[in-house]
């Protein structure tokens, strides 16, 4: 079992930029898939970003597309999703998300329910 912890959200003005971050607490992530969704109030969970376990697929929907990239480090401990030319449609709560995957794939999950763990999300606001 992995705990995943978000950090770096905020309040940010539009047109700025930030970059989340989701490590696992006391682990690594270096055996898990890793996307980040977002939920806005009154909205169901939207995909955001996805990499594959070894890193070498990545996968952005169209509609964040040329505005996020998702990164994970070399050592495994923490993924990466940075975010720019931000809008105030994207104010939500930013979750990370992992799943168990063999280092082989190229699969990018990009659906919740392809996700067994689950943060506790990270605030995004941004202000007109």
């Known amino acids: 079992q992995v705990q995943l912890v978000e950090s770096g959200g905020g309040l940010v003005q539009a047109g700025g930029s930030l970059t989340l971050s989701c490590a696992a607490s006391?682990?690594?992530?270096?055996?898990?898939?890793v996307g980040w969704f977002r939920q806005a109030p009154g909205k169901e969970r939207e995909f955001v970003a996805g990499v594959s376990r070894s890193g070498i697929s990545t996968f952005v929907p169209v509609s964040v597309k040329d505005r996020a990239t998702i990164s994970r480090d070399n050592v495994g401990k923490t993924v990466y999703l940075q975010m720019n030319s931000l809008k105030p449609e994207d104010t939500a709560v930013y979750f990370c998300?992992?799943?168990?995957?063999?280092?082989?794939?190229?699969?990018?999950?990009?659906?919740?329910?392809?996700?067994?763990?689950w943060g506790q999300g990270t605030q995004v606001t941004v202000s007109s």
């Open positions: 006391g682990s690594t992530l270096s055996a898990y898939a």
């Open positions: 998300a992992a799943e168990r995957q063999s280092f082989s794939s190229r699969y990018v999950y990009n659906a919740p329910h392809e996700y067994h763990y």
